[in-house]
């Protein structure tokens, strides 16, 4: 295997999936920076959950967390800059499907939630905080990615992703406190 340095991006730039040398700084970049951060903080909410109560939103997250990768390729290739049709990679696919699912899930962990009467603090449990970190992240790359589309690059079907996913991470941080018995701080 070869070495995790290849001192390639010391002078601050690096190459996207279609051999473009860039920028670090760069808007692509960045935006699939904060996916890549995003996936980091599921992994984290992942790592935090205890119990058989909390065990049950572990695959979700996990499964987000391999879409995120495909959001991140999505992002990293600007061959790929509004795309509609699927790619060969099926893990790469990213569209109306993904996002229909995220919405099944968030109605469906809604309907268990007592109705929302007043802002909620982040907070609660361990697993509920990570959560609501993931979410704001989430919202983060949101703010990248319609960067990115804004100045005709990336795909829109991110943006959309991306506010669905913060919209589950919301619910689900809510269903964290929920199921560990722990109340939501109103504001």
């Known amino acids: 295997m070869a070495r995790i340095y290849t001192k390639a991006g010391d002078g601050g730039d690096t190459r996207l999936f279609d051999g473009t040398r860039v920028r670090k700084s760069n808007a692509r970049v960045a935006a699939y920076g904060d996916v890549d951060e995003l996936n980091a903080t599921l992994g984290l909410a992942r790592a935090a959950l205890a119990g058989p109560a909390l065990a049950a939103l572990g695959p979700a997250l996990e499964h987000l967390q391999r879409e995120l990768f495909a959001v991140g390729a999505l992002l990293a290739d600007p061959r790929r800059d509004g795309e509609t049709a699927p790619p060969a990679d099926a893990r790469l696919a990213l569209g109306e499907a993904e996002v229909a699912r995220l919405e099944g899930w968030i109605d469906a962990w809604e309907a268990d939630l007592p109705p929302l009467s007043a802002f909620v ?11 609501h970190l993931a979410r704001t992240v989430a919202r983060r790359a949101e703010r990248a990615a319609v960067d990115l589309v804004a100045e005709g690059a990336g795909a829109p079907v991110v943006v959309v992703y991306l506010n ?3 919209d589950l991470l919301f619910v689900a941080a809510r269903l964290a406190n929920l199921r560990s018995g722990v109340e939501d701080a109103r504001w």
Request: net charge positive; hydrophobic share 50%.
């Open 164 to 166: 669905r996913l913060s």
């Open 121 to 131: 603090l982040p907070g609660g449990t361990p697993a509920a905080a990570a959560l």
